[in-house]
């Protein structure tokens, strides 16, 4: 059981073969006791996890906090299941056949808690890119501005499906203000480089030529008309 839950996630794991390797005859069943005491750790662990996860990230989205919330019903449902097989065990074929379905909702437990935490840590990452955006647009970084864009353009991306929620949408907003406004400040340094009233150096032109392009063919033909 050290690495059951490990082994329950692979592609090739057989339930059916894990539970006959464990209890291959009646007599086996002696140690069944030992054995669901040892899922149950198992499943209070992850149920611990999901708790501590939903308190340290309030920011979750809806859709996520109703993933963890199912996550942590179907473990609460394994132990109360695994309790029923073990009072109702009349043959070894019942027992094997309804362990096999207890496991399955254990690993979409498991799979549910995983999603939930890799979406709250892209969440957290498309949070800080946009604090060194508007950093970085002040002290015209413009190449580390281009590549900041192109990695939000694919935090939202991946965030689209979500993009009804409040949280998602207060960043979009404040990603097309930023924008806004450095179009507007990249448009006034063309202007002085090209009348030579800017200390700006030949590379930050070049770099601010670099962020013209990721802004979009649009922009870069305004520019150009400049």
């Known amino acids: 059981m050290e690495n059951f839950l490990q082994e329950s996630t692979t592609d090739d794991f057989d339930p059916i073969r894990y539970i006959n390797d464990n209890f291959p005859d009646e007599a086996s069943l002696a140690g069944l006791d030992t054995h669901i005491q040892q899922l149950e750790d198992d499943l209070n662990g992850i149920n611990n996890d999901i708790v501590q996860s939903i308190q340290e990230h309030a920011l979750l989205n809806t859709d996520i906090r109703k993933q963890l919330d199912v996550a942590r019903k179907n473990a609460k449902n394994i132990i109360q299941d695994v309790d029923a097989i073990k009072s109702k065990a009349q043959s070894s074929e019942t027992l094997v056949t309804e362990m096999c379905q207890d496991i ?51 935090f939202f991306t991946y965030f689209k499906q979500y993009d009804h ?39 930050t032109m070049q770099d601010a030529c670099i962020l013209v392009e990721t802004l979009g063919l649009p922009f870069r033909d305004e520019i150009i008309q400049l």
Do not use: P
């Open 165 to 203: 929620i409040a949280q998602i949408q207060s960043i979009i907003k404040e990603k097309e203000t930023i924008v806004s406004e450095l179009k507007c400040q990249i448009r006034e340094d063309f202007i002085a480089w090209g009348q030579l009233a800017t200390t700006f150096t030949k590379s």
């Open 104 to 154: 399955k909702s254990l690993d979409i437990a498991k799979k549910n808690l995983v999603f939930s935490i890799n979406t709250h840590k892209k969440y957290i990452l498309m949070a800080n890119a946009m604090d060194k955006l508007r950093e970085f647009c002040e002290v015209r970084e413009y190449r580390e501005v281009a590549n900041l864009i192109s990695a939000i353009d694919e």
